[in-house]
């Protein structure tokens, strides 16, 4: 490979993309990380679908030991008390659906309002002239430096003097509005969009709002859907916040649900089988909805850099 | 954040500012626009604002104010000074905590970087292949939490996979996450599995940028793979590389769910992270003021090292053109 000739290069038609010993090492890496990476996954489906009492007897088995269901059932809260400490549960289900319609609501209320709200002001700093608007936006930048942390406590008061604790709204409001990360992010995509094509706009007689709704953020759909979908993944798994503000059923999320649910294990064993069964129907729907968009994420994450 | 890999975020703002204003614009939209957009803008910028005020900006003045106060919730913030600072200095518990989240910072981001950094060359220089791409983020797509209970079944003393292999190759079970020696940089780790594909993506954007002659040129003149990462890739990557680990530190800093559900802080408070104190003291014993002290002190934490960071690594200069 070193002193690369024109007699060498002909001599070895595939002499660069041939097998040299660093190569076959590289590719071995490359696969360890991919084994790294997806095998744990196989794991939970594996122990998701064992009993409780042969998963103890052959811990080392590759395949499910006496394949059963009953981890799945505990999950969704579809056996009877007796039953599931006779397989080794808690006695307590999770109130499946209930958490999951609960993570559903906050995510799309943050993920709608966050994105749709922080474009009107990424408009409003690229296109529109206005007195103070590099002043204003500055501002914004600063709130990039504060950590989501430090604002918790302070807020977790805010919504709680709202009267919003145990409620969904008060789980979904503090990112509803904006971040300054979405807002910064949306405003360097506006910047890009053409002139000409607004203007073409504005001669036939075309307003702003009409221009952001018509021209803007149809022209910003691929970086807007990939901010939506992280967004979505993020509020999904998002568990301090919540932890803090809902107590009840009536606002607990799946994450919060899930960390019940382990916690709730008995000491003794834990009902390994009924954990791994949960935890898979907890990261199922954001699976799924990678795999519907997973190459224009990908994409956009790996050539723009959005985090 | 964004990486954006010519020119740091700092930076971004005031030359594309410029630019916006600039560029020639017909004389019908010119004379529309000269009145200026202040009302529209208004309206478009009114949601936004409010939630930057009301939910960033006040909250983050009213952190500092608490940390002055005592403060249980039920009656009215009393003023108190410096009480909690005082405390805070005095508090073993709390530089306990402190060196705790320092060596899982330490741990998390050395492997992680060095790991995301080989991921993302290894993308780069073998394949584009975008499905494995796509592959190294899926463990990013689960919770903390999800990513916790998992690997507190693979690592189980007696029925984890992990010390299936452990005891196969001979060794003696590890507690992994029941030892006080063992539970931090195992946490680190786990936590490692779930960021360090999205790390590596970010890495793998900065590198985009570098163009592809370089190597070129590079090979001609009988370069190695492994002089061409010191000489080309890691010079040119650098103030991407600052920016991502400037990001991940920040992020690092604020572990608390995966100990949540692995190790609740324990055994003998040896995975009591600064974030998980936090919270013991403001939810478990209703202390938000020494609570929000020590959220200040881990927000002045992260200021020094971000600015510090900034400096070493020169963040804001690229070596390209």
């Known amino acids: 490979m070193t002193a690369a000739t024109a007699t060498t290069t002909k001599a070895r038609p595939a002499g660069r993309r041939g097998l040299s010993p660093g190569r076959v090492l590289a590719w071995s890496a490359m696969a360890a990380i991919v084994l790294i990476t997806l095998l744990p996954f196989y794991w939970i489906l594996r122990t998701a679908l064992s009993s409780n009492s042969a998963l103890a007897a052959d811990p080392g088995n590759p395949l499910p030991v006496d394949p059963t269901t009953g981890g799945f059932e505990r999950a969704l809260g579809l056996q009877s008390t007796e039953e599931a400490i006779a397989q080794g549960g808690a006695g307590g289900g999770l109130k499946f659906w209930r958490y999951l319609i609960n993570s559903v609501i906050v995510s799309t209320l943050i993920t709608v309002g966050q994105i749709f709200f922080s474009a009107m002001a990424a408009y409003a700093f690229a296109r529109l002239r206005w007195r103070g608007r590099d002043k204003v936006f500055a501002l914004f930048l600063a709130g990039l430096m504060v950590p989501t942390i430090f604002t918790l406590l302070p807020n977790f008061v805010l919504v709680k003097e709202l009267g919003l604790v145990d409620n969904l709204l008060g789980i979904a409001l503090p990112t509803m509005l904006m971040t300054p990360f979405a807002v910064f992010f949306l405003r360097q995509f506006f910047m890009n969009v053409p002139r000409e094509v607004e203007e073409a706009a504005l001669l036939d007689g075309a307003g702003k709002i009409r221009i952001f709704f018509r021209v803007m953020l149809p022209m910003a759909s691929t970086p807007i859907l990939t901010l939506g979908v992280l967004t979505y993944i993020t509020a999904w798994n998002d568990y301090f916040w919540p932890l803090m503000v809902s107590y009840s059923d009536s606002s607990r999320v799946l994450t919060v649900a899930l960390a019940i649910f382990r916690a709730q294990t008995p000491q003794s064993g834990y009902d390994w089988s009924g954990l791994m069964a949960a935890t898979l129907i907890a990261a199922l729907p954001m699976l799924l909805l990678f795999a519907c968009f997973a190459r224009r994420i990908v994409s956009t994450i790996s050539f723009t850099g959005i985090k | ?321």
């Open chain 2, 1 to 321: 954040m964004t990486i954006a890999s010519s020119s740091p975020p700092s930076r971004l703002p005031l030359g594309s500012a410029r630019e916006a204003r600039t560029g020639p614009r017909p004389n019908r939209a010119r004379a529309r626009e000269s009145g200026g957009d202040g009302r529209l803008a208004a309206l478009f910028l009114a949601p936004a604002l409010l939630g930057f005020v009301v939910f960033l900006l006040w909250p983050t003045l009213r952190g500092v104010y608490l940390s002055f106060t005592r403060f249980n919730l039920l009656t009215p913030a009393e003023w108190v000074g410096l009480d909690n600072y005082v405390r805070m200095v005095n508090d073993p518990i709390f530089w306990d905590s402190l060196t705790v989240t320092v060596e899982y910072v330490v741990i998390n981001i050395g492997v992680q970087t060095a790991a995301a950094l080989a991921i993302a060359v290894l993308l780069q220089r073998l394949t584009q292949s975008a499905m494995l791409r796509g592959i190294v983020l899926t463990p990013y797509l689960m919770s903390n939490v999800v990513a916790g209970i998992v690997w507190l079944w693979l690592l189980d003393t007696q029925l984890g996979i992990g010390n299936e292999i452990v005891a196969a190759l001979g060794a003696d079970r590890i507690p992994f996450l029941a030892d006080e020696t063992w539970a931090i940089p195992t946490i680190a780790l786990i936590n490692v599995w779930r960021h360090v594909g999205y790390t590596a993506l970010l890495l793998f954007a900065g590198l985009q940028a570098i163009p592809n002659d370089m190597y070129e040129a590079a090979r001609v003149d009988g370069a190695s793979e492994w002089r061409m990462f010191r000489r080309i890739t890691l010079p040119l990557l650098r103030p991407v590389l600052a920016v991502v680990l400037i990001m991940t530190v920040i992020g690092s800093f604020q572990v608390f769910d995966t100990v949540t559900v692995t190790t609740a802080g324990g055994p003998a408070n040896a995975t009591n992270v600064l974030q998980y104190y936090i919270y013991g003291a403001a939810f478990g014993r209703f202390q938000f003021g020494y609570a929000s002290a020590m959220s200040v002190a881990l927000l002045v934490v992260l200021s020094a090292i971000t600015f510090l960071q900034y400096r070493l690594t020169r963040a804001g200069r690229s070596d390209l053109g």
